[in-house]
């Protein structure tokens, strides 16, 4: 007869509870399997939100960095003067007229800033910045959908700290906006790639009809887009998607040809249309050459890379991204008027594929290690060092220097120092685009205080006069504007007889400034010929120290304010 304890263990050790217990093994087994997937995959979550995190406030940081420090230049302050007439200042609206080249998106969303601000020149770039970093963020979740979190890593890196990007986004420009909503087309793109949905690409269609709305010239992503579908046969597209989508698009864009009507400014429209048509170069063909630096060398060298592979996989958006960038770049070259801000639509294809084109090395030299035995922490330190390099040194030390220089720098000084106003050195300019003026604010806030609130003033070339009317709230006549209606902006007057205007006192303050006189320097002369004939007062100065050829520094004047009388 057994006892109780032999029949406790003959029980425990059947064949129901030998099956049990490796039931609860495996069970346990999984359930720490999954765990620790669970916790890596936490880890590796958080560690990507992380680094997110910090590149899109060290983004912000060279954004915000001495962002005020110099005063706007000659398309910041028209913009920004339009914002200030939709805001309902009467003193701007009677100096800038709200319907000019472009629509009006940008300057809504700056008019609503005015109306809690007031007028200013810091908000309206604060509103650039936030879409400089909201395109740094859509890069880096456009690269983590095509080509997981080091790509997207990668692209936010090289979108926050490439001069390109950080010099635009720093300015009341409308090519950074029109650039984020590009970027946000190509999101819902790629997320249309990854899982077709009707409700994806719809709100691709209203992105892009939202950057048309913030620029005109972002209708170029429309043939782009044509070709991607044409050209990705993987991709699926139905005629009802598509039939959908270009009536969402052209209702998006609907709203510009809207306030022309209400507003009255069909004509006006018609007449910047035509203009457009018929500008002359103001640029060589080699313009963008020089544009190309600005962006990194080496990360466009990495692009090239990246192309390269593109085209060999052509798989999802490397179609796209290559018709975009073949579009963008065929049309502005072929376009006689060249602008310093115009590619940076650009930034994020390009970004994309410079961070395609560096893990693909990584990748590529990981492998090669493990074929040729060599030490993989050696590879893998080597590409840390290329892609330290390649961020800090060229990308960073680029958008220091960005922060740290204007585009001209001036040195306001006062009316009595000795200046040789006699014949102005026309030498001194920029190229308009890469940045502020500090001689807006000294300017404008010496006009303002120190002239009568009817006073007229004459500059060589329209951007000064567009700085002298936002700061001084003064009018300005350009000499420069052409009588040719179908050679002029049409919102600028043009001054048909100056020498009556001086005469009759119309006008009471010429304004020379280099930059102006750089580009146009008959009119520079001619100007200055009105000075000396009506004996001109230096009334103000502003002077900037260059060293010469021969070792000594002379003061070049940049701006000088010469009082007429008759």
């Given at each position: ?8 263990v003959?029980?425990?050790?059947g064949?129901?509870?030998?099956d049990?217990r490796a ?13 620790a997937?669970?916790g ?5 979550r958080a560690?990507?939100?992380a680094t997110?995190?910090i590149?899109l406030?060290?983004?912000a940081?060279?954004r915000l960095v001495n962002?005020d420090r110099f005063?706007f ?15 309902g ?6 100096l800038?007229?709200v319907?000019?080249a472009h629509?009006l998106l940008?300057?809504?969303?700056v008019s ?16 650039s910045?936030?879409?400089g970093?909201?395109?740094?963020a ?20 090289f979108?926050a700290?490439?001069?390109y990007?950080?010099m ?9 906006p029109?650039?984020?909503?590009f970027?946000l087309?190509l ?6 790639v990854?899982?077709p ?5 719809y ?9 048309f709305l913030?620029?005109e010239?972002?209708i ?5 887009v ?10 699926p597209l139905s ?9 969402v ?8 040809p809207?306030s ?6 069909t004509?006006v ?6 203009w457009q ?8 063909p080699?313009?963008?050459?020089t544009v190309?630096?600005s ?6 060298a ?11 996989r052509?798989?999802g958006l490397d179609?796209l991204i290559?018709c975009?960038t073949?579009?963008v770049v ?7 008027v060249?602008?310093f801000?115009y590619?940076?639509p650009l ?7 410079a ?7 990584t990748?590529f030299?990981?492998g ?15 590409a ?7 961020s ?19 040195a306001a ?5 000795t ?5 102005p050195?026309a030498?001194?300019g ?6 502020g ?6 300017v404008?806030d010496?006009i303002?205080?120190?002239?009568l609130s009817d006073?007229q003033f004459?500059t ?6 567009n700085?002298i ?9 350009a ?5 040719n ?10 001054v ?9 006192n ?5 304004v020379?400034?280099s930059?102006?006189?750089?580009r146009t320097p008959f009119f520079?002369?001619r100007?200055?010929?009105f000075?000396?004939k009506y004996?001109g007062?230096?009334?103000?100065a502003?002077?900037q ?7 000594s520094t ?5 701006v000088?304010?010469y009082e007429?009388?008759?």
């Amino acid at each position: 007869m057994r006892r109780p304890d032999d029949q406790r263990v003959a029980i425990t050790s059947g064949p129901f509870w030998t099956d049990l217990r490796a039931a609860l093994r495996r069970h346990y087994g999984l359930t720490k399997v999954l765990e620790a997937a669970a916790g890596r995959l936490l880890r590796r979550r958080a560690t990507f939100l992380a680094t997110a995190g910090i590149l899109l406030v060290l983004a912000a940081a060279v954004r915000l960095v001495n962002l005020d420090r110099f005063g706007f230049n000659s398309d910041e302050a028209v913009y920004a003067g339009q914002a200030a007439a939709l805001a309902g200042h009467q003193d701007y609206a009677q100096l800038f007229g709200v319907f000019r080249a472009h629509p009006l998106l940008v300057h809504f969303l700056v008019s609503l800033v005015y109306r809690i601000t007031g007028v200013n020149d810091v908000a309206p770039r604060l509103v650039s910045v936030a879409f400089g970093i909201g395109m740094v963020a859509v890069g880096g979740a456009i690269g983590t959908v095509m080509r997981g979190r080091r790509v997207g890593l990668l692209a936010m890196l090289f979108i926050a700290v490439s001069a390109y990007p950080v010099m635009v986004s720093r300015q009341l420009l409308l090519d950074g906006p029109m650039a984020f909503f590009f970027a946000l087309t190509l999101l819902f793109l790629a997320l249309y790639v990854r899982q077709p949905r009707s409700l994806t690409l719809y709100a691709a269609a209203c992105s892009a009809g939202l950057a048309f709305l913030a620029k005109e010239s972002a209708i170029l992503m429309v043939p782009a887009v044509l070709a991607f579908f044409l050209l990705a046969r993987d991709v699926p597209l139905s005629l009802r998607d598509f039939g959908i989508s270009a009536c969402v698009y052209l209702a998006t864009i609907a709203a510009f040809p809207i306030s022309l009507l209400v507003g009255g400014g069909t004509r006006v429209a018609q007449e910047f249309f035509v203009w457009q048509l018929l500008r002359r170069p103001n640029h060589d063909p080699t313009f963008y050459l020089t544009v190309i630096p600005s962006i990194g060398i080496p990360v466009v060298a990495l692009a090239v890379v990246g192309l390269v592979i593109a085209l060999r996989r052509r798989r999802g958006l490397d179609a796209l991204i290559v018709c975009l960038t073949v579009v963008v770049v065929a049309f502005f070259e072929l376009w006689p008027v060249k602008g310093f801000q115009y590619l940076v639509p650009l930034v994020t294809p390009v970004a994309l594929l410079a961070a395609d084109g560096m893990v693909s090395i990584t990748d590529f030299l990981v492998g090669a290690s493990r074929r040729e035995r060599l030490p993989r922490r050696l590879v893998i330190a080597s590409a840390c060092l290329v892609l330290v390099a390649t961020s800090c040194i060229a990308l960073g030390v680029g958008s220091i220097a960005v922060i740290a220089t204007p585009a001209a720098a001036i040195a306001a000084t006062d009316s009595d120092q000795t200046v040789d106003s006699s014949t102005p050195s026309a030498g001194y300019g920029f190229t308009a685009g890469t940045g502020g003026l500090e001689a807006s604010r000294p300017v404008g806030d010496w006009i303002r205080q120190n002239t009568l609130s009817d006073s007229q003033f004459l500059t060589i070339g329209p951007s000064l006069a567009n700085i002298i009317q936002f700061y001084g709230k003064r009018r300005a006549l350009a000499l420069s504007v052409s009588p040719n209606p179908l050679h002029r902006n049409p919102t600028y007057q043009p001054v048909f007889n100056a020498d009556l205007m001086v005469r009759t006192n119309t006008l009471q303050y010429l304004v020379y400034d280099s930059y102006s006189a750089a580009r146009t320097p008959f009119f520079a002369q001619r100007l200055m010929s009105f000075v000396h004939k009506y004996n001109g007062i230096l009334v103000y100065a502003d002077v900037q120290p260059v060293l010469q050829a021969n070792g000594s520094t002379a003061n070049v004047p940049v701006v000088l304010i010469y009082e007429v009388h008759t």
